[in-house]
């Protein structure tokens, strides 16, 4: 096969790959099984799918090394993709139409694309004879989009997990509009809750004493002046050298607020939901601040402040890139032999690989996009058929330095 041919096939494939509607909240993941499986024999990779429950499988494709015992590599990727607003769309969003060179579809960035490169890059090295030194999975699991409990989340906890013997982990990072390429080894704690308020009630007319909508002042006044400093953080990082980047501090958003029946009635509840991601480190002491709103609200009766935790995911695990280790070592050298720039930050939302570093697997966030608009989760999705081919050739090199069993 040529390298045109190469390249051809490989586009081909991506276009299949978004073609098949494995969208959330009903993603067609039988369709997409049987691609892998085709994808597997094609390119003489052993495959298995692994249940995690009556309606969800992940699927591994492995390429097993013959020479050693050493740890495995894993290559991440989720299958699901996040719903579209298809009247949005230049191009059906689940079409693959390419315009310009740009490759459109739901799935383009996040992350179709990187399961892609993985595959094509080991159809090159299999191409080459290249043997690996150590055993190399392509593990596709389901559910990422929603949160991962039934996708990663199970998966982490099974038996064929453990026997996958895991050395290391690659997962989905963001696209770069710069010519820097990001690369991820933490997220973020994800924090949604809810503060349910309570006061008296009565006419709209009247001036009640400890109503509901006083303790949500309180409340959605502490709240943003805890955003507002954190806020001036990053922008203050900014003016220095010292950068700290979003996933280096923690935000919190109000993003919902119910409550109240009719114009002329004092409601006797409130409802306020924030989104908090927070910051490593930051988990136990952000927790402490929130009972320390309660604690301050002022209120006749404790019940009158509720906290729920709607979705808690506690602390977050960061993977250790100060200390030396043979994947950190490989990782490098192929930024360097490529000639990629690299930024070494936390993810600032959530990926699946807080739940591998949660088992003490090092995972790096990494999707190689450079100068290319972040459109994950946005109408028009799209990644230019260069930097989809190139990320491919950096996988090559990447996969060959993790498993070449050179360690310096
Ligand atoms: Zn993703």
């Known amino acids: 096969m040529t390298e045109k041919d190469k390249d051809e096939v490989a586009l081909q494939r991506f276009v299949e790959y978004i073609q098949i509607k494995t969208v959330q909240p009903e993603p067609d993941y039988d369709s997409a099984m049987k691609f892998l499986k085709n994808y597997a024999q094609e390119l003489g990779l052993e495959y298995r799918a692994v249940t995690l429950d009556e309606s969800r499988q992940a699927c591994l494709l492995t390429w097993p ?71 190399i999975h392509c593990l596709f699991v389901p559910d990422e989009e929603i949160g991962g409990v039934r996708g990663m989340g199970k998966f982490i906890t099974l038996d064929e997990c453990k026997a996958l013997n895991i050395g290391f982990v690659l997962d989905e990072g963001l696209a770069s509009e710069t010519d820097v390429f990001q690369v991820y080894y933490g997220d973020r704690s994800v924090l949604w809750i809810q503060f349910l308020v309570k006061g008296k009630t009565g006419h709209g007319s009247r001036l009640i004493e400890n109503t509901a909508a006083e303790k949500a002042q309180f409340i959605l006044n502490e709240m943003l002046k805890f955003r507002a400093n954190e806020k ?31 114009q002329n009635v004092v409601p006797d509840q409130y409802s306020l939901y924030f989104d908090c991601r927070i910051k490593p480190d930051g988990y136990d002491a952000f927790k402490e601040f929130l009972h320390d709103v309660i604690k301050r609200t002022p209120k006749e009766n404790d019940d009158e402040v509720i906290l729920h935790y709607v979705q808690d995911s506690g602390r977050v695990c960061i993977t250790d890139v100060e200390k030396p280790s043979w994947w950190l070592n490989s990782f490098k050298r192929t930024c360097e032999q490529m000639k990629c720039k690299t930024n070494w930050t936390v993810f600032p939302a959530a990926t699946d690989g807080r739940y591998l570093r949660g ?28 930097v989809f081919l190139h990320g491919i050739e950096i996988y090559v090199k990447l996969i060959e330095n993790l498993t070449n069993g050179k360690s310096a």
């Open 65 to 135: 090394s013959k020479s050693s015992t050493e740890t495995s590599i894993v290559l991440n990727s989720h299958i699901d993709v996040v719903p579209v607003f298809e009247e949005h769309w230049m191009v059906p969003p689940f079409s693959g139409e390419i315009r310009d060179g740009k490759i459109y579809g739901r799935g383009t960035q996040d992350m179709k694309c990187v399961g892609i490169q993985y595959l094509e890059a080991i159809r090159r090295l299999k191409a080459a004879k290249y043997e690996p030194k150590r055993t």
């Open 232 to 262: 001036e953080c990053l922008e203050k990082s900014e003016a220095t050298d010292n950068l700290i980047q979003l996933g280096n501090v923690t935000t919190v958003n109000l993003t919902k607020l119910t409550g109240g029946v009719q």
């Open 359 to 386: 088992e003490g697997y090092p995972a790096i966030g990494f999707s190689p996009m450079i100068n290319t608009p972040i459109l994950l989760h946005d109408h028009n999705e799209y990644l230019h058929k260069d």
